[in-house]
């Protein structure tokens, strides 16, 4: 149902991202909801819940954000975070 458009070169190839099991698991835990809500806000652009619930994806246009956000993003909402990007061969953390 909920939709986020991507960034940068993804958008190329995919213009937007959605997840058909994040308004059941926001149902079922209301608290999944208020989490995202406050990730975005942390985050200052839209979330969408990665796989069946166990973290969400943050798109964003220039990699080189990734530090201060990771900071900001774990800092406020005291959880774990870890940026990545994508490269020609598998995935860059940014730490």
């Given at each position: 149902e909920r939709v986020i458009?991507?960034?940068?070169?993804?958008?190329e190839i995919v213009p937007?991202?959605?997840n058909d099991l994040e308004p059941a698991?926001?149902?079922?835990?209301?608290?999944?909801?208020e989490f995202r809500i406050?990730?975005?806000?942390?985050a200052g652009g839209p979330a969408l819940m990665a796989g069946s619930g166990s973290a969400y994806?943050?798109?964003?246009?220039?990699a080189r954000r990734l530090p201060a956000l990771v900071d900001v993003v774990s800092r406020r909402l005291r959880v774990p975070v870890?940026?990545?990007t994508s490269v020609?061969?598998?995935?860059?953390?940014?730490?």
């Amino acid at each position: 149902e909920r939709v986020i458009p991507t960034k940068g070169r993804l958008a190329e190839i995919v213009p937007e991202l959605g997840n058909d099991l994040e308004p059941a698991a926001e149902a079922v835990e209301p608290r999944m909801r208020e989490f995202r809500i406050a990730l975005e806000a942390a985050a200052g652009g839209p979330a969408l819940m990665a796989g069946s619930g166990s973290a969400y994806v943050v798109p964003v246009a220039d990699a080189r954000r990734l530090p201060a956000l990771v900071d900001v993003v774990s800092r406020r909402l005291r959880v774990p975070v870890v940026g990545t990007t994508s490269v020609s061969r598998g995935v860059r953390l940014s730490s």
